[in-house]
C-alpha cells in the first residue's frame, strides 16, 4: 500500500512566496495546498485537517497567530510553523504558548526550511510527545566521538587523526584556541589507546607555583625541603603504563622545560632530593594556545622539547571555522541543561540557530556551553529564544563607529559594503581621538598615531572637505 504523502497548508499574501513553496514542497513528496490571506486559510482550515501549516505572520486582513489557533481548534495534532521577517520577541513567545512549533525568519536557507518541516512533521508521527528534541538528536549521535561533537570537515579530519594515533606510543601536541576542547580530544586519544585501562594524569601547567612545580611533576623524599614532611609521588609517576596530558606546556618555566626533556628522553624521573632515577612508561599529550614555533624563535620554550612533545602536531579549529556544528552544540547543550535544570525545553528556535551561526565565538564551545546554559536558565518558554541570547552576544558585535555616526558590523560584508566609506570613517575617528589627547596640538597628534606633521595636516583637510 503505497504511503499518504504529508498535507501541507502554505499560507502567504505573496503570490511569489506562494509559488515558490508550493514547488519547493511538491518536489519534496508533499501535498501542498495554499491559501491568499489568512481569513481563505481560515476558512480552509475548517473544511480539511492538514499535517501542517506553514504561515506568514502579516498577511494582511489576520494574522499567523489567528491561523495557528484556528489549526489548532481544528486538529490539536496539526503543527504550525510560522515564518516572517518582522516577528518580535513578543509575538514569538504568544505563538510558541499557543503551541506554534516554531519560527523561521526571511529570508531562509531552503535546507533549513526542509529539515524545520520534517522534525515538525516527526513530531505529529510521534504524538505530538516531547520526545521529538531526542529524536531529532538520533542521528547527531553518531556525529559524537566521544564527548567530541561535531561533523565538519575540520573535525573529521580530527577524528582520522585520532584513530590513527591512539594505538601508537608516540607523544602528541594538540593546539588550539582556548575553549576548543583540547583536553578532549587528548581523552579520546587515551580511551582509544591500550592504556585505557590505566591513569589519564591531567596536569595545568600553568596553574602550579613556580616553587611547587618540579615536586608535582616528579615527587619528593621526605625532609628535600622545608614542608616535605613525607614523601610524595609525582604526577609521572602516578601516570605510570597510562597517559599524562600537560596542559599550556606553553606556560613551563625554563627550569622545567630541561628536567621535562630529561625525563621523556631518558623515560625516568628524579624525585626532588632523591638520589636515583624511578623508570616511567607514560604517554605524553601537551597541549597549547600559543603558537609554540613563534615561542621557540622567541627563545621561551626549548627547541629540543617542542620536537620530543611535536611528534604529532594536531591542530583543532576553531569554533568560528566549523560551518554547521554550532546548531549540533548548540542542540547538545540545550539538551543536557534542560535535562540538569528539570526545563521543558525541546529545542532552538530557528531565529535563535540564525543568531548563534552569524556569531564569532571567541571562546570557543566553551563560551557556547556557558551561553546555552546561561539561556536553559532564563527561557520561559519551552523553546530557545533570541532574547535569552542576544545579551552577550551583542556586546560582543565587532563594530566601528565614527564621528559621523556610522557603524558598521563585519558581518554585514556578506550582504555587500561601502568599504571606502569604512575606511574613512576610521580615519576619522582616529584623527578625532587623537586631537582630543592631544588638546588640538597637530604635531603631537601627529606622534600619537604615527604619522608626519604634513601627513595629518593633509588627511584632517581631506576629513573636513568630505564633510
Known amino acids: 500500500m503505497e504511503a499518504v504523502a504529508p498535507s501541507i497548508l502554505v499560507v502567504d499574501d505573496e503570490l511569489s512566496m506562494r509559488e515558490f513553496l508550493e514547488v ?52 490539536s495534532s496539526t503543527v504550525v510553523v510560522l515564518i516572517s521577517a518582522y516577528a518580535t520577541t ?50 547527531e549521535l553518531e556525529l559524537h566521538f566521544g564527548k567530541i561533537i561535531g561533523n565538519s570537515p575540520g573535525m573529521r579530519r580530527i577524528y582520522d587523526l585520532i584513530n590513527q594515533v591512539a594505538t601508537t606510543k608516540t607523544n602528541v601536541l594538540i593546539s588550539g584556541e582556548s575553549g576548543t576542547g583540547k583536553e578532549l580530544i587528548a581523552r579520546a586519544i ?81 624525585p626532588v632530593g632523591g638520589t636515583r632515577e624511578i623508570s616511567v612508561d607514560v604517554r605524553i599529550i601537551s597541549a597549547t594556545n600559543k603558537r609554540l614555533e613563534q615561542e621557540v624563535i622567541d627563545g621561551n620554550f626549548r627547541e629540543d622539547l617542542f620536537f620530543r612533545l611535536n611528534v604529532i602536531p594536531l591542530k583543532v579549529p576553531p569554533l568560528r571555522d566549523r560551518k554547521g556544528d554550532v546548531q549540533l552544540l548548540a542542540n547538545y547543550f540545550t539538551e543536557k541543561y534542560a535535562k540538569r535544570m528539570g526545563k521543558d525545553i525541546s529545542k532552538l528556535s530557528s531565529y535563535a540557530i540564525d543568531f548563534l551561526n552569524k556569531y564569532s565565538f571567541p571562546g570557543n564551545v566553551r563560551e557556547l556551553e556557558n551561553l546555552i546554559e546561561r539561556s536553559v536558565a532564563l527561557s520561559s518558554t519551552n523553546i530557545i529564544l533570541p532574547e535569552s541570547l542576544s545579551i552577550s552576544l551583542h556586546k560582543k558585535r565587532r563594530w566601528i563607529e565614527g564621528i559621523k555616526g556610522c557603524r558598521f558590523d563585519l ?57
Open 411 to 467: 558581518d554585514d560584508v556578506e550582504q555587500g559594503v561601502d568599504l571606502d566609506k569604512i575606511l574613512l570613517s576610521i580615519e576619522d575617528a582616529y584623527l578625532k581621538k587623537g586631537m582630543e589627547i592631544s588638546g588640538g596640538n597637530k604635531s603631537k597628534a601627529a606622534e600619537l598615531l604615527g604619522l608626519s606633521l604634513r601627513s595629518i595636516r593633509y588627511r584632517l583637510s581631506k576629513q573636513e572637505e568630505e564633510k
Open 190 to 270: 587515551h580511551n582509544m589507546s591500550d592504556r585505557c585501562d590505566k591513569s589519564f594524569v591531567v596536569v595545568n601547567c600553568g596553574g602550579i607555583p613556580e616553587t611547587l612545580i618540579e615536586s608535582e611533576f616528579f615527587g619528593h623524599v621526605k625532609g628535600s625541603f622545608t614542608g616535605a614532611v613525607n614523601e610524595k609521588k609525582g604526577l609521572f609517576e602516578a601516570a605510570h603504563q597510562g597517559t599524562i596530558f600537560l596542559d599550556e606546556i606553553g606556560e613551563l618555566p625554563p627550569m622545567l622545560q630541561v628536567k621535562l626533556l630529561r625525563a621523556v628522553q631518558e623515560t625516568a624521573v628524579k
Open 24 to 75: 519547493m514542497l511538491a518536489q519534496e513528496g508533499y501535498d501542498v495546498s495554499l491559501a491568499v490571506n489568512g481569513k481563505q486559510a481560515v476558512k480552509v482550515i475548517q473544511k480539511k485537517s492538514f499535517d501542517l501549516v506553514l504561515s506568514d505572520i502579516r498577511l494582511g486582513d489576520l494574522t499567523g497567530l489567528d491561523v495557528l489557533r484556528a489549526a489548532k481548534k481544528k486538529d
Open 90 to 139: 513578543e509575538i514569538a513567545v504568544e505563538a510558541m504558548n499557543e503551541g506554534a512549533f516554531d519560527f523561521v525568519p526571511k529570508p531562509f536557507d531552503n535546507t533549513e526550511l526542509k529539515a524545520t518541516l520534517l522534525k515538525a512533521l516527526e513530531l505529529k508521527q510521534s504524538g505530538g510527545k516531547k520526545e521529538i528534541f531526542a529524536a531529532a538528536n538520533e542521528a
